[in-house]
């Protein structure tokens, strides 16, 4: 069943822009350094003037905050350093009364290890009650428990190290896929996915309009969770084959939305982040028929600048290999299921820094470039806080100046094998997540305007010159020019709706598309080079002096057959079927 254009509850989020929140790195209202829930508040109105539609707030509960939030401790309350269930509803009150709604994140494959159902399980040793809430397993058979190689299986850590730590108490492992604070749920208990669907309702009940499903593809396990092959280079055996998309995942999540989600009064989005999801499976996830996900994350795109030596390893992005993945996203997902269309979130590096060219001269127009391609395309735009400014990756000199857990293991794990530590710190400071985490840069004063104590990881010096005050002050702005597309997201059907086609998939430097949608008798042709050099291409026949929607740069130049785009020039032209 294809996504009904005039259904309007299965559309609403169709022709929606979602702006993602990392509180931490927000707004501080109280000065103790981080972010909070007043802070958020205080900030709404920038939001409903950027003109986004929904907010997905990143984890707020409490936490010992070994992965920031994602380890949490209790799933339904507010972490005292966020604020307090009050301030929340305050928030979410204030949302609603600008016409925006509210996402929560929802780690669900994980809780952290201080959770009460993690040391019930834990503490009650291998006949408690608990126990079979997580994931234990016995050493390897033969091994001497709690030695190096005994782990049940071979498999490594997200975080590095293996996805086993050993409970001396009860001669036991459990197994976690992130980091020894975050112990795996075990989804195959009826008694946990209860629990997990009876605190959604609560949620749902207080009045938030759907979840973020953090690494929901993972929560289905392979039975008798095989070891991995071990990649060359590699210490730990590679298990993602026996837990990405599991055998039991679709079931959870026809469960879920049955339990959750299956006639509730409110319009809600639900969107799954899943690392390894293949078109085809994203296509049964999202088709509506199926009764699973109004969408999910897919993490393609954010591969292609990797080399062989995992994330660290940083190679060139090929403009024609980013066409060739988005590209089949957009007509693989079709008419039957939805894309979310993604270039930051709290995990990536910023995008101009990746994909543009944060030098003073190309910054702001490679930002707008990467903006309108991103937004023409078919899906719902995700908008990473600080995005929409240009904000670049951090000049981080030390590891001192990392936050992380992943880079800070990676860190260690690799010069402790002997790599030499400038050569990691490189890796880390192209592809760590504190890139995406220093502090949104509200204005030119000390700290940005973001705290007035002392930021928990320090802000980007740029912001002297790159923050909100003076961006809403510009027409020009990056920040105007996102306001601008989400705008024509709102207004226009052929970028929500229309037919997607790309244009000379094999030019290396230019970026082109169509979308026609017959029903308004609309085409858009959308053109961006992407380079700081100019760049001639070849237009198909009929969009010669077409009316320009958006465009980066001034677009006095009429468009012609053979034309030629300025350095990061990006245009859409308009015209009528
Ligand atoms: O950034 C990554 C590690 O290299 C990703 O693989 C990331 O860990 C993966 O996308 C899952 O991310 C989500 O779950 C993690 C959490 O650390 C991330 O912040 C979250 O987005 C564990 O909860």
Redesign the pocket.
Known sequence: MPVNENDPARSWWSKAVVYQIYPRSFADSNGDGVGDLRGVIERLDYLSTLGVDVLWL?PVYPSPHD??G??ISDYQDIDPLFGTLADFDELLAAVHDRGMKLVMDL?V??TSDEHPWFTASRDGGPAGSKRDWYIWRPARDGMEPGTPGAEPNNWGS??SGPTWSYDEASGEYYLH??SRK?PDLNWENPEVRQAVFAMMRWWLDRGVDGFRM??VNLISKAPGLPDGVVHEGSLHGDGSPHYICGPRIHEYLAEMHREVFADHPRPLLTVG?M?GVTVEQARLFTDPSRRELDMVFQ?EHVGLDQGPGG?FDVRPLRLTDLKASLGRWQTGLGDTGWNSLYWN????PRVVSRFGDDSPAHRDRSAKLLATVLHLHRGTPYIYQGEELGMANAPFDAIEDFRD??SLNHFRQRTALGADPESVLAGLRHRG?DNARTPVQWDATHHAGFTTGTPWIAVNPDHTHVNAAAQAADPDSVLHHYRRLIELRHTEPAVTHGDFHMLHPDDEQLYAFTRRHADSRTELLVLANFGGTAHTVELPEGWEDTDTLIANVSSDVPLRRTHTLRPWEARVQRRVL
């Open positions: 990143s992965d920031n994602y380890d780690v494959n994980h997200f975080f896929l992130f975050q953090d690494v982040e690392p993490f994330k979130n709290h995990d990536q857990i992943e997540r």
